[in-house]
């Protein structure tokens, strides 16, 4: 299955991402983000940053999920390599999402590809079907 | 949805179903269709659905659908009746431009640009990811959050004078750091004095045509071929997140129910809520003040190191994009406060009114609009019909037509940079890929946005200015 896909979007950066839970969907979405500033892929994993957040329903779940990738590279200079441990649990009438950010520091070097600079509620779709959950997102640039 | 013509450059959605009134569009034929090519009018038409909405949802020239709200649009709320929305302001808040002119012209500049650019690329940190060269504490932040600009030139950025060629001198006096959060503070500390990335950029330009010879003269416009400089950034981090934040606690407040789209989320413009959005925007817009400051004050010193003087550098005006305020406007013939909302659109006031400089007041307000990148730019003044025509305002650049990932496909950074050059215009840019998503073809052509501008009412050509050098995060 892919874990995501980059759409095009008149002004900013849009993509869908995959998981066969939603879970992994939200997990793949993070990384679906940070593939817009960055490779993801080339980061070594040097940093773990324990990440929580609560929402009234999935999207703004969604939304402060990957606000904190944004955030995490803005104030510690973190870029996202991988997600772990990802959870999603509903806890009085609201949802809470824990997850683990496995990552390094931007250096001097790092290609930056682009930069996001806040999450939106703009064509947000967060749907299940027969094979599994699809995310949907833009996200200002 | 239906869409009446009212004149060449004017068009309407009727009041109908939820609309509480109806929706204006200024543009031409050709600018329509890419208007109706997006989400724009559905926008337009949500936005008139909105209480206290006063007279009509505007939507300017240069228009394209934004989140809730259309980017190029206008909607003034009754402040007891009425709401505040950061989907209304935009998350960038105060984006908007400022352009200093000065005493050279085009030859006592050429081949001196690449030198200019370098120097300023060294004091102005711009891209993804760079930090400001000024460290700060954030108990300075608080202050530059409450007095904007004022802060800036009190602490040697720049000069008083500059504070009164400012949109509100500089500084809304509502702001209030208390509303700040943590998160947004701490954005806000590493990129203060940064430019900033996407299509944010700084351009020293020549005068290519003078319009209207007497308003020049009052701005400070000498002749074609005099070199200005033009930068276009906004809060950075820290108003994005503000807007992030304000969103989340509306919803938490109020819901989401009943929203035909969520970045439409309100408060009651006089709900504790939406005073406490109003003050901590209001801090934003004060950030970006002195961030303008700060950047402009650098760009002088480094025209006085690589040409020897900074000498005529006299800011002509500096204007917002991206913000929500008080104005005194005539709705049903007595005069209202009314929280104006403008989201890639810029206030436009003609002569007489008290929010222009004084310098100015006879002429009306400068009105700056950036063209794309290696395109032209455009000074304009404000008129007084502009008031009724959309609470004075106007278009505030032109809008991307193309997205940032087919622009990649179809352009090159070095091949643009190389075209560039061939016109005579140096560019300089931390990143190629940048460039090419800020490729001209990627906008719409702002020469017939002005020209709509203008033949609507909402503004009055003084002059246009072209590129020499770029810098671009």
């Given at each position: 299955m892919e874990k995501y896909r980059i759409l095009p979007h008149t002004a900013d950066g849009k993509f869908r991402a995959f998981?066969?839970?939603?879970?992994?969907?939200?997990?793949h979405a993070a990384l679906a983000l940070a593939s817009l500033m960055w490779d993801w892929s080339k980061v070594e994993p040097a940093m773990s940053l324990e990440v929580e957040v609560r929402g009234r329903d999935r999207e703004q779940l969604?939304?402060?999920?990957?606000?904190?990738?944004?955030?995490?590279?803005e104030t510690r200079r973190f870029l996202l390599g991988s997600v772990e441990d990802l959870t999603i649990g509903e806890e009085a009438?609201?949802?809470?999402?824990?997850?683990?950010?496995?990552?390094?520091?931007?250096?001097?070097?790092?290609?930056?590809?682009?930069?996001?600079?806040?999450?939106?509620?703009?064509?947000?779709?967060?749907?299940?079907?027969?094979?599994?959950?699809?995310?949907?997102?833009?996200?200002?640039? | 949805m239906e869409l009446k013509r009212i004149d060449e450059t004017t068009w309407e959605i009727p009041r109908d179903g939820a609309m509480r009134v109806p929706a204006r569009i200024y543009a031409s034929h050709k600018l329509l269709k890419s208007v109706q090519a997006d989400q724009t009018l559905i926008q337009a038409r949500n936005v008139a659905c909105l209480p206290g909405i006063q007279r009509m949802s505007y939507v300017m020239p240069d228009a394209h659908q934004g989140y809730g709200f259309p980017i190029g649009g206008v909607?003034?709320?009754?402040?007891?009746?009425?709401?505040?929305s950061p989907g209304g302001v935009g998350y960038d808040i105060n984006c908007g431009v400022r352009l200093l002119r000065t005493d050279y012209a085009a030859e006592d500049v050429a081949g001196r640009s690449k030198e200019l650019l370098a120097g300023i690329f060294n004091e102005v940190p711009a891209g993804v990811g760079k930090s400001g060269v000024t460290k700060l504490s954030p108990g300075v932040l608080r202050e530059i959050?409450?007095?904007?600009?004022?802060?800036?030139?009190?602490?040697?950025?720049?000069?008083?004078?500059?504070?009164?060629m400012t949109e509100e001198q500089g500084r809304m006096r509502e702001a209030e750091a208390a509303g700040?959060?943590?998160?947004?503070?701490?954005?806000?500390?590493?990129?203060?004095?940064?430019?900033?990335?996407?299509?944010?950029f700084l351009e020293i330009q020549k005068v290519d045509r003078i319009l209207d010879p007497a308003a020049a003269k009052t701005f400070g416009l000498a002749a074609e071929g005099q070199v200005l400089v033009m930068i276009h950034c906004g809060s950075r981090g820290l108003g994005h997140q503000v807007a992030s934040d304000y969103i989340q606690a509306m919803e938490d407040v109020f819901g989401v129910e009943g929203l035909p789209d969520r970045e439409l989320i309100h408060a009651p413009?006089?709900?504790?809520?939406?005073?406490?959005?109003?003050?901590?925007?209001?801090?934003?817009?004060?950030?970006?003040?002195?961030?303008?400051?700060?950047?402009?004050?650098?760009?002088r010193g480094v025209f006085e190191k690589v040409l020897g003087s900074a000498a005529g550098m006299r800011q002509i005006y500096d204007v917002c994009h991206n913000v929500a305020k008080l104005e005194n406007h005539i709705v049903d013939g007595r005069e209202k406060s009314l929280c104006v909302h403008r989201k890639g659109a810029t206030r436009s006031f003609g002569p007489g009114r008290r929010e222009v400089p004084e310098a100015y007041r006879a002429v009306g307000q400068p009105v700056i609009i950036p063209g794309s990148m290696g395109t032209a730019s455009y000074l304009l003044v404000g008129t007084p019909e502009a008031e009724a025509l959309s609470f004075g305002s106007t278009a505030h650049g032109a809008g991307r037509v193309m997205s940032r990932h087919e622009a990649l496909r179809r352009f090159r950074g070095e091949r643009i940079r190389e075209e560039l050059a061939g016109r005579g215009i140096e560019l300089k840019a931390t990143s190629w890929k940048g460039v090419a998503e800020e490729a001209a073809e990627a906008y719409?052509?702002?020469?017939?946005?002005?020209?709509?501008?203008?033949?609507?009412?909402?503004?009055?050509?003084?002059?246009r200015v072209v590129p020499i050098g770029v810098m671009k995060g």
């Open positions: 998981g066969a839970t939603l879970e992994e969907a939200f997990a969604l939304y402060k999920f990957l606000e904190e990738i944004i955030v995490a590279f009438g609201a949802f809470r999402l824990r997850a683990v950010f496995r990552g390094g520091e931007l250096r001097p070097d790092t290609e930056l590809l682009g930069g996001v600079k806040a999450v939106t509620y703009h064509e947000m779709k967060i749907e299940e079907d027969g094979c599994g959950w699809t995310v949907q997102a833009v996200v200002d640039m | 909607a003034a709320f009754d402040p007891d009746e009425g709401i505040i959050l409450v007095k904007g600009a004022e802060w800036a030139v009190e602490n040697g950025y720049g000069t008083a004078e500059d504070l009164r700040v959060s943590a998160r947004a503070l701490e954005r806000g500390l590493p990129q203060i004095g940064t430019l900033g990335s996407g299509n944010h413009f006089r709900s504790p809520l939406g005073q406490s959005y109003y003050r901590a925007m209001c801090a934003a817009v004060n950030y970006a003040f002195a961030n303008r400051q700060m950047i402009a004050h650098r760009v719409k052509d702002v020469d017939e946005v002005v020209r709509v501008s203008q033949a609507a009412g909402l503004g009055r050509i003084v002059a």
